[in-house]
């Protein structure tokens, strides 16, 4: 551990202390989701409405495999100016569908990759529909607690928990204390807390096919293809709550996590059975870098001297300029 757990009493970061972990919470939703399905309590294929009727999206058919990939084309409500004010509400599901539920769809589903909270809030509720238990007591009940994750829970802010670690954010005028987000609003989408040792547990049972089937872990770390549009066909290097990548050549699956005070990253290398797991309540570093680099580290991959700054002419910068979309992943 580095650095600090608590400013206000100078106590540091040790590696047993608890980390909100935002969204690797969409790998624990998913492995949920493949479960029941396993079971046949439900199918990949099977349109939301089977479960939600009232999210029906203007008539457009969006599946659950959909959502768990980021093709459906829902929007994102962290993505909208009318959240921000919101934060401190304690908001139960109905309220979070409210926010998202009368908008148009971003584009067809299945075309294109968006990333969007709003599609695991519609997962977390299918969860809740089939199994008739909330998605805290599934999650912790049938994930956390079989696999050991004794330091692990849906987070709440008022709860006390043994060795939770404080949030922070840095501005203007020095490091400040993160801003109150209501842990009901993350909810499927990122409302777990966990260590690194935790997560370590999480990634070899996942690994090894004990969370869910072999077959089911293989198709969470498969890439979606997208269908139809512009981009048909096009590798979306996104699975089900799963990034797909490489470092140093070698296939990997990651996913990142960002919230109130906190970013993470969860990298596993399979192949060399390397698992790099970073908790950091400082949001201003680049976990996901600083990942890849202890990776490659580990590899014995060279490191790459950081270039200097670029002097560019204001002719070769104008060839820069213009409008950018670039997806959270968040």
Known sequence: G?????????????????????????????AIVLRLAE?????????????????????????????????????????????????????????????????????????????????????????EKVTGRSYEEVVETELLAPLGMQDSRYGHQEEIVHGRVAGYVKGPDGWANAPYLSLTQPYAAGSLMSTVDDLARWSDALEAGKVVSPASRDRMFTSAILQGGDQDGIATRYGLG????????????????????????????????????????????????????????VLGVPQKAKPGPLQLSAAALDAYTGVYLVPEQA
């Open 2 to 30: 580095y650095g600090m757990a608590q400013m206000d009493l100078g106590i540091p970061v040790a590696p047993e202390q608890v980390f909100e972990i935002g969204s690797v919470t969409k790998q624990f939703t998913a």
């Open 39 to 127: 079971q046949g309590k439900l199918s990949l294929s099977d349109p939301v409405t089977k479960f939600l009727p009232g999210m029906t999206f203007g008539g457009t058919p969006i599946t659950l495999e959909q959502l768990l990939q980021h093709t459906a084309g829902v929007p994102n409500y962290t993505d909208m100016p009318e959240w921000i004010p919101r934060w401190r509400e304690d908001m139960t599901v109905e309220t979070l569908f409210a926010l998202f539920r009368d908008k148009p769809l971003d584009f067809p589903p299945g075309t294109l990759w968006s990333y969007s909270n709003s599609g695991y809030i519609l997962l977390g509720a299918v969860i």
């Open 242 to 297: 799963n990034g797909t990548t490489e470092v140093a050549g070698r296939p990997a699956h990651e996913h990142g996590g960002g919230i109130h005070g906190f970013t993470c990253d969860l990298l596993r290398i399979p192949g060399d059975d390397l698992l790099v797991v970073i908790l950091s309540n400082n949001p201003t570093q680049d976990v996901h870098d600083l990942a890849h680099r202890v990776a490659e580290s």
